[in-house]
């Protein structure tokens, strides 16, 4: 079949391809330990589950207008202008299907073959994916370890170009859980007005910060009107599986933003909205306690990896991954975890399936119970043991 070349630019993702190769391992009756997904293991708040079965119970199963039903719209501004200190309005919001229409109908919209976009390498793999798929060049910087995972600011300064149309950022960040330092963002904020460059700030992880409180590049100065802030129910309600997230950017741009989901999926479901707006706008109690389970996961798995000879590991302030460096084992990231999935039973993913950088290291999810991580960190430490 002769397909259009810009396919070829679109690439699979690292954690379903490791999934299925897992999931081949348990139905040949393999007893295997999930550390590669990226997604809450616990169920939907039950606010959202009621008022979804609720919606459809009672019809709300229709179209709805395209930027998404005017009721979840204004909550999503009235959140934003209270967590980041900025006044938006409902037309500044747009509901997608999930996170990644965030990423790929804004970049859509505003980048033209030949632009230049600066994003984390290690980083979220859509990222690169839809640049080249658009035929944008990619600016990848690195994230290094000596930094907290942060940019790497120098080789930000050098990325940047007359050719720089956007910049990415993720705080906190998949798959490192770094956060970005406030003074880091000054900087980037400043290199943005200075080079008249959006920014597309993924917050998705926002709710989920341990250490110290969220902050978005959107508060600064200059920077509400050349900004795309990208945040969504899947990782703070549990809702992966309902497809529900939002982006917040300039009145223009969500309305061009809104033409290109007329043209595609023409609405998300309006079932799912109305879940989304009750998870929103009820208790957060759930929440809270979820994130206070990920915290106690994350300080055992950091202990726990930190004990295993041949690894160390920073402690992240967000986000429910860990990036442990793994290089004294003198083998790629790729072949220690094929290793630790046949060997250990341990699904873990390369830190290369998250770009060039992650060279070195694994990412684990510690979204998983307790006694699990336990287990999944014993059998490493008798497998990686036997590499000597």
Not at 305 to 315: D, V
Not at 342 to 365: C, I, K, M, N, Q
Request: aromatic fraction near 8%.
């Amino acid at each position: 079949m002769r397909l259009a070349e810009r396919m070829s630019w679109l690439k699979g993702e690292g954690a379903y391809e490791m999934l299925a190769r897992a999931q081949a391992l348990e139905a040949q009756g393999r007893d295997i330990i999930h550390l590669e997904v990226g997604q809450p293991d616990f169920d939907a708040v039950p606010s959202a589950t009621l008022a979804g079965i609720r919606a459809i119970t009672t019809g709300l199963t229709r179209y709805n207008p395209p930027p998404g039903i005017p009721e979840l719209r204004a909550a999503v501004a009235a959140e934003i202008s209270r967590t980041r200190g900025v006044e938006v309005g409902l037309e500044n919001v747009v509901i997608m299907p999930g996170g990644k229409p965030v990423i790929f109908f804004p970049m859509l919209a505003l980048l033209e073959p030949g632009d230049e976009v600066i994003y984390p390498d290690p980083g979220f793999p859509t990222y690169e994916s839809v640049t080249r798929f658009l035929g944008a060049v990619p600016r990848p910087v690195p994230l290094s370890e000596e930094n907290g995972f942060s940019f790497d600011m120098a080789a930000f300064e050098e990325a940047l170009s007359d050719r720089t149309r956007l910049i990415i950022l993720n705080s906190p960040s998949n798959p490192t859980g770094s956060v970005i330092p406030w003074q880091d963002l000054e900087r980037i904020a400043r290199a943005a007005r200075a080079h008249d460059t959006w920014v597309l700030s993924d917050e998705i992880y926002s709710r989920l910060v341990y250490d110290g409180e969220h902050t978005s590049i959107i508060s600064l100065p200059g920077m509400l009107e050349r900004t795309v802030l990208l945040d969504g129910f899947s990782k703070t309600y549990a809702m992966t599986g309902w497809r529900l997230g939002y982006g917040v950017m300039p009145t223009q741009l969500a309305e061009a933003v809104a033409l290109l989901l007329t043209n595609s999926i023409g609405c998300t479901a309006t079932f799912t909205q109305h879940a989304g707006l009750a998870a929103l706008t009820g208790s957060q109690g759930d929440v809270d306690k979820m994130v206070a389970q990920f915290r106690q996961r994350r300080d055992v798995i950091v202990m726990g990896l930190n004990t295993i000879p041949g690894i160390t590991c920073l402690k992240p302030q967000g986000a429910f991954y860990v990036f442990p460096n793994v290089k004294s084992f003198g083998r790629t990231a790729a072949e220690l975890a094929a290793y630790l999935l046949d060997e250990a039973g341990v699904a873990v993913l390369p830190g290369t399936a998250f770009g060039h950088y992650g060279e070195g290291y694994l990412r684990l999810s510690y979204a998983n119970s307790l006694e699990n991580i336990e287990r999944a960190l014993a059998r490493m430490r008798e497998a990686l043991g036997r590499l000597g």
